[in-house]
């Protein structure tokens, strides 16, 4: 795992990826390295011939990852010759590069004048997408003469603010009480970010709104439409007239929260403004509040946890394929690699990997998720000149899903098959006197190989010493392997003579085979009797 900081220059520095692999400059190039990101975009780049690893592209840790840690850029690393494989990963370290940040610059609080000292108020959160110390760390609020503010921490590390009163109020002395907040990140520098708070001070109404639980916990599938009712919360409130009636609302925590539910103020139902996705969020925490006509408030917490439902296929990713091969490859010969994902969870999240139909590959498992097809048996292109072998990929959810892939694999030819003559003997026969060039015979044959591999070259094979030049009286076309004379004969000179043809194809090396030509030399009455 490598590190390198978000908003990092373009060719700014990573790793040496050579060093790491044991491999030179001069290797690597050769070897045709090249990088495969996880996912669309490629925010990396490899210099085949130094074996550094820079920036590509400018990363936002933020737009990446969210609120997420860590933030990790993954991506292989591919090898040819042999094929090989590596997976590497790079942590985007965050920089403070967000202050904190609130949505409201001027928050107003209507707080009675019977508020007792230690009433604690929850205040609206700061924002920062910063992650970590960067993060907002704490408030402050600056001097006055009735609060100071107490920082705290959710479950999921995020810090907010209560407001914690010091002394009574007097409505007939002071009103309003004006101050301002501030939150603090933990940069170095720090940043920070400012509101202003108004206290209203409220002629009495002595009892607030009381939730009938502190914390709702629900569940919901990721599934469920827009408007589907998530919780139902419920206060009351002792008050009679205007002031024991309650408005429920969404206390703003997270902008995400404001986008996704939505409550009714009279009923305290609370629904989805929009469908969940467990694979974006897997649990909200919703603050309520409930205030009622005379300006008092409470407030609950409603737990809402995400259930997984099967709605992602698996994905089959190929990241290198060997789109021809040899057919001599040996068994157990890489073909492709491919990755296998599924973005839900559990058994919907399991996968499993096989090959359609019956060929002569097979699926070698490298590490979770990633795979290589290999050759299982030995191939011949003169039977099946070329597959389409189709991987399937099957997750373990109800109704499971699935998808396929087709990938086509076209065999080289290998010279394997030797030339073939149709015959192991040609015998001919030619009249005395015909004219030179006379095409008498063809020596047919046969070959299984192609290309290069099946083009056959003809040749007449020298006679043994003390036999007669049968090579001087008759010519073989290389290419055709038509038999022409190359003088006319004379019978009363040679009546018969043998002669072995080859042929040759072009392979490397070539492979060659061998046919016997007789020729039968037939009389002529040319000759008139002497006396």
């Known amino acids: 795992r490598y590190s390198v900081p978000e908003e990092a220059e373009r060719g700014s520095f990573v790793a040496n990826l050579a060093k790491d692999l044991g491999l030179t400059g001069e290797e690597l190039s050769a070897r045709q390295a090249r990088l495969v990101p996880d996912g669309k975009k490629q925010y990396l780049q490899l210099n085949q011939h130094t ?5 590509r592209e400018q990363m936002d840790r933020e737009e990446l990852c969210g609120q997420s840690e860590p933030c990790l850029v993954r991506f292989e690393v591919l090898l040819e010759s042999p094929l090989q494989s590596f997976r590497a990963e790079v942590r985007l370290t965050d920089i403070n590069d967000h202050a904190p940040v609130f949505l409201n610059k001027e928050i107003v609080l209507n707080i009675p004048e019977s508020a007792m000292p230690e009433t604690r108020f929850l205040l609206e959160s700061a924002l920062d997408p ?5 993060s907002l760390q704490h408030y402050s609020i600056s001097s006055n003469e009735y609060f100071h503010v107490y920082t705290r921490q959710r479950n999921d590390g995020r810090r907010y603010a209560e407001l914690v009163l010091d002394r009574a109020l007097d409505r007939e002395q002071q009103a309003e009480v004006a101050f301002s907040i501030t939150a603090v990140d933990g940069g170095t520098p720090p940043r920070s970010g400012t509101a202003l708070i108004r206290v209203v001070v409220l002629d009495i109404n002595d009892n607030i709104p009381v939730f009938t639980r502190s914390m709702y916990k ?8 827009q408007d589907t009712l998530v919780a139902v919360v419920s206060a009351s409130d002792l008050d009679s007239g205007t002031n024991g009636e309650i408005a429920y609302s969404i206390f703003q925590n997270s902008e995400e929260n404001l986008q996704t539910f939505k409550i009714n103020p009279g009923t305290g139902q609370i629904r989805l403004k929009k469908p969940l996705d467990y694979e974006e969020t897997k649990t ?3 603050d309520v509040q409930a205030t009622d ?3 008092l408030s409470a407030h609950c917490k409603v737990e809402v946890q995400v259930e997984d439902v099967n709605d992602n296929a698996p994905e089959v990713i190929i990241t290198s394929l060997t789109s021809t091969l040899s057919e001599a490859a040996p068994s157990n010969t890489v073909v492709a690699l ?3 994902r599924d973005r839900d969870s559990g058994d919907n999240g399991r996968t499993t990997c096989e090959l359609a139909g019956e060929q002569p590959f097979g699926i070698s498992q490298l590490a979770a998720g990633a795979y290589a097809l290999v050759t299982s048996e030995a191939l011949d292109r003169e039977q099946v000149a070329e597959y389409n072998v189709t991987v399937r990929a099957r997750d373990e959810g109800s109704p499971a899903l699935s998808t396929s892939k087709t990938l086509l694999v076209r065999l080289l030819d290998v010279n394997d098959n030797v030339p073939t003559f149709i015959q192991d003997i040609y015998t001919m026969v030619m009249s005395e006197n015909e004219p030179a060039g006379t095409s008498t ?9 192609a290309g290069e591999n099946a083009r056959v070259r003809y040749a007449v094979e020298a006679p043994p010493p003390g036999t007669p030049a049968a090579a001087s009286f008759v010519s073989v076309d290389a290419e055709s392997g038509t038999v022409r004379t190359l003088r006319p004969l004379d019978y009363e000179k040679v009546r018969a003579f043998e002669l072995v043809v080859c042929a040759s194809d072009g392979g490397s090396p070539p492979l060659s085979t061998q046919a016997l030509l007789r020729v039968v030399v037939q009389d002529q009455n040319d000759n008139a009797p002497v006396v």
């Open 51 to 55: 074996g550094d690893l820079v920036v």
């Open 130 to 134: 910063d992650v970590g110390n960067n």
């Open 218 to 225: 629900v569940s919901i599938r990721e599934n469920s439409s």
């Open 284 to 286: 909200y925490e919703i």
């Open 293 to 295: 006509g005379g300006g």
């Open 338 to 340: 491919f990755n296998v």
């Open 441 to 449: 015979l063809g020596c047919e044959r046969q070959h299984a190989d």
